[in-house]
């Protein structure tokens, strides 16, 4: 028997040496095979398109990849003995494979019969991120361990771990700890406390599952374990500890990762260099400085939210946005119940301040709702008034406020209130007019919710915020802002709007008697516009108006183009009104101010056009003094009145609100600075009868401009040579009083017999035959 023991121990000694030696040789052969370490010792990996600001504000990234370098010496000490404590406590300790480790976390699986912790060491990572699949092979699991070998032979302890900290994913597209500091907080490394640290280097485990975005509540859990490592492993005090666990953390949402609110710019941004660099923009560390400044984007983004929720309270409550199911019993259990309203709104995100929230129980005044953090809030009193409809007895099913409703709520002061995801669409855009500079730009309510930018592609009718250009158009044709003009009532037939028989009529569906241009204009009279624009000709105005960047082919030359009825976008609005507030020179707006590759040398420059130079003229500076001076009356008596409350006497702008009310607009400008504000459908249909460009799209522009203008002194127009002043108005010197236009549409009154006799002898004492008024030169203008 005893022969039989030691023959089979000598069969297997000879198999495990044949082992040994087979294992060995394999060693032997795959190590001189193993990749180079070139991609570590000489680390540069791909770099992100970045975008800022013309403050230096970092507003996007693009690549596969968001990654800030940071160097070892420059990580707080919070941060590496976190990463520690989570992935790898005996790091500075073992060669690269931690055997302890390993046969502790296999004991610990077997207990627990589950595989909840892992053997990999940091330095394993480092192989596998680097030069590895994930698949889970042998063969990969052999050179992975044979990798570690070699990064631990070739590398010091710092240099690998610093490896790590730059490579490793963190979620929300973040590689690296550094630039997942600035993502989730908006700080740089050298910044973050025990509980920061905490949560993004329990991220690594399971970058999904644990994301704090995406995942609050499973992240805390998971924060909470690395703190209670930290502590045992002697990092963290117990009165540390207890005050990592009760920090509040403030972690950004989708989109507010950036300082600064300007998604439709960084895309625009991106889309203008991907045109010259391709693929390389997204791997080649390309730094963009646009034209924008963050505070003048920061009030457009703040006003045009504003302005787009605050119709949505003119026009109604829809109900909630969804229902879900929520588990009754569970409100006593705070992480069960956490982890249902976690669940239940992970289909939808927030939009940015306007919250998505579950009801918990509802009442008449009182509604209680969940958050994806945990927090609980109660809503009454004034934050139920535009929901009030969905708690009364009597609402529709899909209308009812009750237990499992996805609502908006959105924080007012330390008061909340129940809202919604606007439907209606709104754009602001802001341009130097000096120069053309876009300083702000809000292509939508929320980027997030589609990348569709209206700034630069929404092609709109115009309504009456075009009137201004087919005026300026008149002014070289002899008319001045004297000029009377009449109000009356007309028809026009088919050949004169280009499609049907047409009665147009004023907005307001009233008609005055005659008035002068100016205050045709202040007043937004439609039939003064149509009249005069019949009076210089359709083709004459839509020749005229492309001087200002208009295209032709959008306006087509009818009547109908004294309303606005062609086709603009906010952008092309900017640009044009730039002529106005500029003395009469055509700027082109421009977003990209320099391009600089990751070294900061300068890739390309704008060389931007500047107003005064004449090669730029646009429009007469006459004209443009004139036409500057209309709009300011647009201001102070007439449909732009509220813009009186910037106390300032050189803003000019004009309303516009299409047929139908399915556009509304406001222009406005001072000499310094243009904005346009839209407001309407994408799919376009009524804003309501009762919304005007004054009353929707203004109160936007003026909020943005209350902001921009503080602290900005006056600026006067300086009134230019060739202009005459009569009776209080201008007039071009070769078109003075008793030479320009008189009157347009207004029939001239029959003179008394004593008149005529007078007039005749004049003629027959100066040898004359005719009048020597002019009149009969000049009524060739004049409308029946």
């Known amino acids: 028997m005893s022969r039989i023991i030691l023959k089979v121990l000598g069969i297997l000694a000879g198999l495990a040496a044949c082992g040994i030696l087979l294992v060995g040789l394999a060693l032997a ?67 690269g494979i931690d055997w302890t480790g390993a046969v502790r976390a296999a004991l610990t699986n077997v207990v627990n019969f589950s595989k909840s912790q892992g053997a990999s060491t940091i330095t394993m990572q ?54 997942a500091a600035r993502i989730y907080y908006g700080k740089p490394l050298s910044e973050i406390t025990a509980a920061e640290a905490a949560m993004l280097a329990g991220i690594p485990k399971a970058p999904s599952r644990y994301n704090p975005v995406v995942n609050p509540t499973r992240a805390k859990l998971r924060q909470q374990y690395v703190l209670q490592r930290m502590t045992g492993l002697g990092y963290l005090t117990e009165p540390e500890y207890r005050a990592a666990l009760d920090e509040k953390l403030k972690i950004r949402q989708l989109g507010g990762e950036f300082g600064v609110r300007a998604e439709y710019v960084a895309e625009l941004a991106r889309q203008l260099v991907y045109d010259i660099y391709k693929e390389e923009t997204y791997t080649r560390g390309l730094n963009v400085y646009t034209t924008v ?4 984007q920061d009030a457009a983004y703040g006003a045009l939210r504003d302005g787009v929720l605050d119709y949505e309270r003119r026009h109604g409550y829809r109900g909630p946005e969804a229902f879900v199911d929520l588990p009754a019993g569970i409100d006593g259990d705070a992480e069960k119940l956490n982890e249902a309203v976690d669940d239940a709104l992970n289909d939808y995100p927030d939009s940015d301040n306007l919250m998505a929230a579950v009801v918990l129980s509802a009442e008449p005044a009182k509604v209680r709702v969940a958050r994806s953090s945990g927090e609980i809030i109660e809503i009454s009193g004034k934050g139920l008034k535009f929901a009030q409809s969905a708690l009364s007895p009597k609402a529709q099913p899909s209308m009812k406020l009750r237990r499992g409703a996805v609502v908006r709520i959105l924080k007012t002061g330390n008061d909340w209130e129940i809202l919604q995801i606007p439907q209606v669409q709104g754009a602001f855009v802001s341009t130097d007019p000096q120069n053309g500079a876009i300083r702000a730009m809000v292509g939508g309510f929320d980027f997030h919710n589609g990348k ?11 309504g009456s915020s075009f009137k201004p250009f087919i005026y300026a158009a008149s002014l070289e044709r002899g008319l001045t802002p004297a000029t009377i003009v009449s109000d009356d009532p007309f028809v026009l037939e088919a050949s004169a709007t280009g499609s049907q028989r047409w009665e147009p009529k004023n907005y307001d569906g009233k008609n005055e008697p005659p008035m002068t241009m100016r205050q045709g204009l202040a007043k937004s009279k439609n039939l003064v516009s149509i009249r005069i624009l019949q009076s210089i000709g359709p083709q004459y105005a839509q020749d005229y108006i492309t001087r200002f960047g208009f295209e032709a082919a959008r306006h087509p030359a009818y009547l109908t183009m004294a309303l606005g009825a062609g086709s603009v976008t906010p952008l092309q609005m900017a640009g044009a009104y730039s002529v106005f507030a500029n003395g009469g020179y055509r700027v082109t707006p421009y977003l990209i101010d320099k391009v600089t590759d990751s070294t900061g040398r300068v890739l390309m420059q704008a060389r ?42 050189d ?7 299409t047929n139908n009310s399915v556009d509304a607009w406001f222009a406005g400008y001072t000499p310094g600075l243009v904005g346009v504000a839209w407001l309407g459908y994408d799919q376009p249909r009524s804003l309501g009868t009762r919304e005007t460009g004054g009353g929707a799209a203004m109160p936007i522009w003026l909020k943005f401009m209350q902001q921009a203008l503080k602290d900005v002194p006056q600026r006067e127009q300086p009134m230019p040579q060739g202009i005459v002043v009569s009776d209080g108005d201008y007039y071009f010197a070769e078109f003075p009083p008793g030479q320009a236009v008189a009157s347009v549409g207004v029939p001239q009154p029959s003179a008394d017999p004593m008149s005529r006799l007078i007039d005749s002898l004049g003629n027959l004492i100066n040898g004359n035959g005719g009048s020597n008024t002019g009149e009969g030169a000049r009524r060739e203008n004049y409308l029946p």
Do not use: C
């Not at 032979?153 to 994913?169: F, M, P, R, S, W």
């Open 651 to 657: 803003v000019g702008g004009k309303t516009g609100t």
């Open 608 to 649: 931007p056009t500047k107003a005064g130079d004449e090669s730029l003229r646009a429009i007469d500076a006459r004209t443009a003094f004139i036409a500057d001076s209309m709009l300011r009356d647009v201001v102070r008596t007439g449909t732009a009145r509220a813009a009186l409350s910037l106390k300032r006497s």
């Open 126 to 179: 480092v192989a596998r991120n680097f030069y590895l699949s994930s698949e889970k092979t042998w063969t990969r699991k052999l050179y992975e361990i044979l990798l570690t070998f070699k990064i631990e032979a070739n590398l010091t302890k710092d240099q690998i771990l610093e490896l790590y900290i730059n490579q490793i994913y963190l979620g929300q597209r973040s590689y690296g700890f550094a630039s």
């Open 29 to 95: 052969l795959a190590y001189p095979n193993l990749p180079d370490l070139d991609a570590l010792t000489d680390y540069h990996p791909k770099m992100p398109l970045r975008v800022y600001t013309s403050d230096n504000t970092l507003i996007g990234e693009f690549g596969e990849e968001r990654r800030n370098v940071v160097r070892i010496r420059d990580v707080p000490d919070v941060l590496k003995s976190a990463i520690l404590s989570a992935e790898d406590d005996r790091f500075y300790q073992h060669g």
């Open 293 to 296: 400044k963050s505070d003048m």
């Open 452 to 462: 569709f930018n209206r700034v630069t592609q929404a092609w709109r009718q115009p």
